[in-house]
Structures are given as C-alpha cells and as structure tokens.
C-alpha cells in the first residue's frame, strides 16, 4: 500500500506535520492500519470516506481553499463559467467525505487507461515523459476541462480522428517533454454532478513555465477545442 501511493502531488500528510517516516508509519499502524496510511492530509482538516475502509489509488480529490500544498497564483476561467479564487489547493488521494472548512469547492477524477493513444504514441510517450512532482518542478496548472454534448455524441474513431489526426494533440504535447509531466484524470463517469468532464494537472520548473504557456495556447487554438465549453486554468506553486 505504502509503495503504491502517489505522493508527488503534494498529498504526503508527512511534510505539512513534520513527522519522520518512521513516526509516521508507527503512529498509522497504530491509528488502524490501511485506512489511516495517511491517504488523507491531517493538516487540512480533508477527510477520507471511512466506509469499506478501502482508498481508491486512482482517484484524487483537488479541494480549493485556504490549506494545501499549493498556493493559487491565478484562476482564470478560459471558456464558460470560473471557479472562486481561492488561495490554496490540496491534492488529496482518495475521496473528501465533505469540504472542509474555507473549502470553496472540491473537484474529483480518477486515473485510467488510455483511449486514444496508438502504440507507437504510447512507446514515444512513455519513452519521454516524466512523473509528477521532480523537486525542481515547483510550478503546477490545474486545468478542468468540460466537452459539448456533440463531442460525446461521436464515435471512438471521430473522437480520435479529431484528437490527432485534425488536432495533433499527442504530437504538439510530446513537443513540451520531459519538461513538463502531466496526469490525466477522468471525471465523466463518476456521476452526473461533476462540474468538469477532465481534470489535467501538469508540473514543470519556472524555466518551462513560457513553454508551458506557447503549447497550451497551441492546443487551444485546435479543433479539438471547438468541443470546449468550459475551460478553467488555475496556476500554482509549491508551497516551501
Ligand atoms: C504535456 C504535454 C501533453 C501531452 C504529452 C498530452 C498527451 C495527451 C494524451 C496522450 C492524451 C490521450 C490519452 C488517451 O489515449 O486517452 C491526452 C488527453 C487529454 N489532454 Fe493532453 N497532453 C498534453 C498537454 C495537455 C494540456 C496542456 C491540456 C489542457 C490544456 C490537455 C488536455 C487534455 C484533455 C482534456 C485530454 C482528454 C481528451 C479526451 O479524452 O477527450 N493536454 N493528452
């Protein structure tokens, strides 16, 4: 368990309490085991679903508000409606049972496999890219993005046919690797209440942060974004 998580992104309950691994891994055991191996920042005052016990890996809970690891430089909505500025951002893994106090909203997604992606995309991909929180990359986007109904009205292979073919998505991203590393996280099918259909979060160093800025501006100016009707970008950096 303890192997498997993720704490790149600024969720390690560890660096905002001060403890030392092995406090910390004593003092959870004794807590209860699993469900208290710290997939939730006791700092923030964001809790975990109790229920089954059981944390899904894959699911991240980003929770707009005054504690996390991430200070909010800006949110600027792109296309359609914003979200409150705020002026901290947790990333939590696992689900937040209820928003915590100063909390203006809280957005979720899960991991997946992906849908797109050629072989040959994937190797390229996976040949350069790198993961989420390198110490050096003390600059993060949060971007959730909401597609039109016309978009999910199409095929696999329309979809796919204006990702790449028309769009150049993976092919203009790859460009903008290993400097900046992402996470994809899908929110579509975890219900009808979420705000966004993806969350995409990406990291790099301040000295990508014009790159950044040229390929986002890139991928909005695709036909891809023609299915966009909601677009916020928020922009942070790393708490020392
Ligand atoms: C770091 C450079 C980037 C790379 C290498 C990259 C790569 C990819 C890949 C490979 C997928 C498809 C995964 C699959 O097969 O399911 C994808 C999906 C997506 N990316 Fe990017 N991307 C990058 C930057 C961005 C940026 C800056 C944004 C937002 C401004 C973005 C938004 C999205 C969205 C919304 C999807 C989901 C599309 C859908 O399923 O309809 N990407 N990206």
């Given at each position: 368990v303890i192997e498997k998580r993720d704490d790149s992104a600024g969720n390690d309950?560890?660096?905002?309490?001060?403890?030392s691994r092995r406090t910390f891994l004593t003092d959870a055991v004794a807590a209860g085991g699993v469900a208290a191996l710290g997939f939730w920042n006791t700092a923030s005052g964001a809790e975990p679903e109790k229920g089954a016990g059981a944390v899904?890996?894959?699911?991240?809970?980003?929770?707009?508000?005054?504690?996390?690891?991430w200070s909010v430089v800006s949110v600027k909505a792109v296309i359609g409606d914003p979200l409150p500025g705020v002026e901290r951002l947790d990333i939590v893994t696992?689900?937040?049972?209820?928003?915590?106090?100063?909390?203006?909203?809280?957005?979720?997604g899960v991991t997946s496999n992906d849908r797109y992606v050629t072989r040959d995309e994937k190797d390229r991909l996976i040949e350069k890219q790198a993961a989420l929180g390198r110490p050096e990359a003390t600059q993060m986007a949060l971007i959730p993005i909401r597609k039109n109904a016309k978009w999910w009205a199409l095929t696999q292979d329309e979809r796919r046919?204006?990702?790449?073919e028309k769009s150049k998505h993976v092919t203009i991203g790859l460009k903008?690797?290993?400097?900046?590393?992402?996470?994809?996280?899908?929110c579509r099918d975890l219900g009808?209440?979420?705000l966004f259909d993806f969350l995409t979060l990406f990291d790099f160093a301040t000295t990508d942060s014009k790159a950044f800025d040229d390929m986002v501006a890139e991928l909005r100016a695709t036909e891809e974004w023609k299915f966009v009707e909601r677009e916020v970008d928020i922009r942070l950096v790393r708490v020392s």
């Open positions: 309950p560890r660096r905002e309490t001060g403890q899904n890996p894959r699911l991240f809970t980003f929770v707009g508000g005054k504690v996390g690891q696992g689900a937040v049972a209820a928003l915590p106090e100063g909390g203006k909203w809280m957005l979720r046919a204006l990702f790449e903008y690797l290993p400097g900046v590393a992402r996470r994809l996280h899908h009808d209440s979420e």
